[in-house]
C-alpha cells in the first residue's frame, strides 16, 4: 500500500510540473505575441488625416476610374470607432512604417476627392510620407504650396490626372530625395507653368 500512495503521489506531481510547464509556455507566447504586434500610428498623423479627409468632399465625378472609390470614406477617429477603426494603420490607403507606425504612405488615387489643396492642408504634417499618391482626383485647380517641401522625406509622388495648377517646379526641386514623380495630364495652366520653371 505503501508503494502504491507513493506511485499515486509521484504521478500528482508529475501533473502539477507539466500543468506549469504548459502555463509557461502559453505566457511565453502571448508575451512573444504582443511583441510582434504592430505599433499604433501616432495620434497627431491619425488627426492629421482625419483633418485632411474632412476637408474634401466624395464627389464620384472627380475620378475617371470606372473602378474609383473613396478609400477615406471609412477612415474613424478615436472617438468615432472602437479597434481597427482608431488605427490609421488599419485604414484604407495608409501604409506605415511597421517598426515606428509613423504614416510613410498615402495611396489614394482614384478616391473621388474633390477640393483645393492649400498651405493649411494637414497633409503636409505627415512628415514621414515616402510615398504620396493622389492621382485621378480633382482639385479644384489649385495650386501646389511651397510647403510641400516639408515632405522632406517623400521618394515617390504621384500627381497625374489631378488638376493641379501654378508654378510647382521650385517646391517640387525641394524634394530631395524624390526618385519617381508623374506629373501626366496636368491641367493646361500647370502644364504651361512646368515649362516656364524649366526653362528659367
Known amino acids: 500500500m505503501g508503494s502504491a500512495l507513493f506511485l499515486f503521489i509521484f504521478m500528482r506531481f508529475l501533473l502539477f510540473l507539466s500543468s506549469f510547464y504548459l ?3 502559453a505566457n511565453s507566447n502571448s508575451s512573444s505575441s504582443s511583441s510582434m504586434q504592430h505599433p499604433l500610428c501616432p495620434d497627431s498623423e491619425s488627426s492629421a488625416l482625419i483633418q485632411f479627409k474632412q476637408s474634401f468632399l466624395i464627389d464620384w465625378d472627380s475620378s475617371y476610374d470606372p473602378f474609383a472609390y473613396p478609400k477615406f470614406a471609412t477612415w474613424k477617429s478615436h472617438g468615432e470607432g472602437e479597434g481597427k477603426g482608431s488605427d490609421c494603420c488599419s485604414w484604407d490607403g ?15 488615387a482614384s478616391s473621388c476627392l474633390y477640393g ?10 505627415l512628415v514621414h510620407l515616402r510615398r504620396l499618391d493622389l492621382s485621378d482626383n480633382h482639385f ?13 522625406r517623400l ?9 493641379v495648377s501654378g508654378q510647382i517646379l521650385s517646391e517640387l526641386l525641394a524634394l530631395s530625395k524624390l526618385v519617381f514623380l508623374d506629373l501626366c495630364k496636368l491641367t493646361v495652366e500647370a502644364s504651361k507653368a512646368w515649362l516656364e520653371g524649366s526653362g528659367s
Open 94 to 108: 495608409v501604409e506605415c512604417d511597421k517598426e515606428t507606425g509613423h504614416v510613410v504612405g498615402l495611396h489614394l
Open 116 to 125: 483645393s489643396i492649400n498651405s493649411s492642408c494637414t497633409l503636409f504634417n
Open 23 to 25: 502555463l509557461m509556455v
Open 155 to 163: 521618394r515617390s509622388l504621384n500627381l497625374s490626372i489631378s488638376r
Open 140 to 152: 479644384n485647380c489649385s495650386e501646389i504650396p511651397f510647403v510641400v517641401g516639408q515632405l522632406s
